[in-house]
């Protein structure tokens, strides 16, 4: 189970955080990343980090602005966000995956959580 949290309101070019807290401790394997869903629109990769060495992935609309980052002691995984433009509003979601096609198709059995809302203003 994953949770997610932070998210909000900003101003372009501003900064969001946001966590995700996994229930219990990822395999090496796995990887956990954000996805993101506008109005509309299909759910989309965003970063995402493998938990065994930490390696990080990201779309090239966030690569440079955004950066993913784990705990391993609390098993969370961060998502800063910076330089934030209105394109960047969607509802934002953590999922964890063996590849990095997580978003579309996750572990078997996980349970996609509400997300948190990311609203930027231009």
């Known amino acids: 189970h994953l949770a997610e949290s932070g998210g909000g309101m900003a101003q372009a070019g501003g900064s969001l955080r946001l966590s995700c807290a996994a229930s219990?401790?990822?395999?090496?394997?796995?990887?956990l990343g954000w996805c993101r869903q506008g109005p509309g629109n299909k759910r989309e990769y965003v970063a995402a980090?493998?938990?065994?060495?930490?390696?990080?992935y990201y779309a090239d609309s966030v690569q440079g602005r955004f950066t993913i980052s784990k705990d391993s002691t609390k098993n969370t995984v961060d998502l800063q966000m910076n330089s934030l433009k209105p394109e960047d509003t969607s509802v934002y979601y953590c999922?964890?995956?063996?590849?990095?096609?997580?978003?579309?198709?996750?572990?078997?059995?996980?349970?996609w959580g509400q997300g948190t809302q990311v609203s930027v203003s231009s």
């Open positions: 999922a964890v995956g063996t590849d990095l096609w997580y978003c579309q198709q996750p572990l078997r059995g996980f349970v």
């Open positions: 980090i493998r938990w065994g060495g930490g390696r990080t």
């Open positions: 219990g401790r990822p395999y090496s394997s796995h990887v």
